[in-house]
């Protein structure tokens, strides 16, 4: 991370989008992959759930302080002005339905921050929230909708599949990653299909990995631990040896005693070449154009998980990068596919639940 920026960033311009002609043929398939994760785990827990991360690890209330003298091309949208505001966290991991976290799959973040002012994006109006949603690698396994529909479509077929082989392979994954780390390297695909290593989620750093608007610009983001003692829990080993919600576990019991901040860094493009925004699998090169810190966030010590506050969260909430600001609009096919998909896995679950989404306009305390 850098205090400045090095290189003058890059206008966006309405053509660096480009949607190719089976792009709605993909979208249409994304959903009706999703449907059938969320109508499986529906008719085997009669409880409606996420079609993808679906299991919750902690449930975080804190503040956010968008810093003073920032300079004028990161001081836009929700950073246009400094000042303080509710936010609401969701660790959660990727699949769409509920396994014992032995089965190591990626981590995601889900970030709600309340009390934003400015102009809408469609079917936001009215609102005051803007989301981020967020997974701990700097890019997505999938460059295309139509790539991604392939991994959807997998998940969708093993969905309350075989939870033991599960856990196996994803034990004998896990050993594979393991050995290409020890020497130096590391795979996307081996963690995302059951290889990540058991470590806590709050030690993570996390990505958009894919791109929203910027004001006039067009950005990644990226949240990174900042405190000792959420820096201390990077690359730390969780026990989950008789854990089915170990992960859940060790978050909760770090906000019991302790609380935590992280810094919201943005990374604004300045090479449409190499920080392309209809492949979402390229890493954007940071020496081209840093992290840069626009806003904090902090946690105080709390109940980090129970089921009130899930039932708030995870039954009246909903996450997209969709709900927020016209100067964040998302970009790219990635992201032009999780607005249905996630409106029909937010519909699905408010209806089959008898428990409409709620959008806050502020923030009490959450249940404990």
């Given amino acids: 991370m850098t205090d400045s920026l090095t290189n003058t960033p890059l206008p966006f311009d309405p053509a660096f989008e480009q949607v190719p002609d089976d792009e709605a043929e993909s979208i249409s398939g994304l959903i009706q992959a999703m449907r059938e994760i969320t109508e499986t785990t529906y008719a085997d827990g009669g409880h409606a759930i996420r079609s993808v991360h679906a299991k919750s690890h902690g449930l975080l209330q804190g503040e956010i302080e968008v810093l003073e003298g920032l300079p004028p091309e990161l001081a836009q949208g929700a950073f246009a002005k400094p000042g303080r505001m509710p936010v609401v966290m969701r660790f959660s991991t990727n699949p769409g339905?509920?396994?014992?976290?032995?089965?190591?799959?990626?981590?995601?973040?889900?970030?709600?921050?309340?009390?934003?002012?400015?102009?809408?994006?469609?079917?936001?109006e009215g609102q005051v929230t803007q989301d981020f949603v967020m997974v701990n690698a700097p890019a997505f396994l999938a460059p295309t909708p139509k790539a991604f529909l392939k991994s959807v479509k997998l998940l969708a077929k093993t969905t309350d599949k075989a939870p033991r082989a599960k856990q196996a392979l994803s034990a004998a994954l896990r050993g594979a990653e393991s050995l290409l780390e020890k020497v130096g390297g590391e795979s996307p695909t081996l963690k995302g299909m059951g290889g990540h290593p058991m470590t806590n989620l709050l030690g993570e750093t996390y990505y958009s990995v894919v791109p929203v608007l910027y004001g006039r610009y067009f950005a990644k983001l990226s949240l990174v631990p900042v405190s000792p003692e959420l820096k201390a829990l990077t690359d730390q080993a969780v026990d989950l040896s008789d854990k089915p919600n170990g992960l859940r576990e060790a978050i909760s019991a770090h906000f019991a005693?302790?609380?935590?901040?992280?810094?919201?860094?943005?990374?604004?493009?300045?090479?449409?070449?190499?920080?392309?925004?209809?492949?979402?699998?390229?890493?954007?090169?940071?020496?081209?154009?840093?992290?840069?810190?626009?806003?904090?966030?902090?946690?105080?010590?709390?109940?980090?998980?129970?089921?009130?506050?899930?039932?708030?969260?995870?039954?009246?909430?909903?996450?997209?990068?969709?709900?927020?600001?016209?100067?964040?609009?998302?970009?790219?096919?990635?992201?032009?596919?999780?607005?249905?998909?996630?409106?029909?896995?937010?519909?699905?679950?408010?209806?089959?639940?008898?428990?409409?989404?709620?959008?806050?306009?502020?923030?009490?305390?959450l249940p404990e």
């Fill in 97 to 124: 339905d509920i396994l014992d976290d032995k089965v190591s799959t990626p981590r995601g973040l889900a970030i709600k921050l309340i009390g934003v002012e400015g102009e809408r994006l469609p079917n936001s």
């Fill in 257 to 365: 005693s302790h609380g935590g901040s992280w810094e919201l860094r943005v990374q604004l493009a300045t090479d449409i070449d190499k920080m392309p925004v209809e492949d979402a699998s390229v890493v954007w090169p940071e020496e081209l154009s840093p992290f840069i810190t626009v806003a904090r966030i902090d946690v105080k010590p709390q109940i980090a998980w129970s089921e009130p506050r899930a039932q708030v969260v995870d039954d009246q909430m909903s996450f997209s990068p969709w709900h927020g600001l016209a100067a964040h609009r998302p970009l790219g096919g990635i992201m032009r596919s999780r607005k249905p998909a996630y409106e029909m896995s937010s519909e699905f679950r408010a209806r089959h639940n008898g428990c409409p989404m709620h959008e806050p306009k502020s923030l009490d305390r």
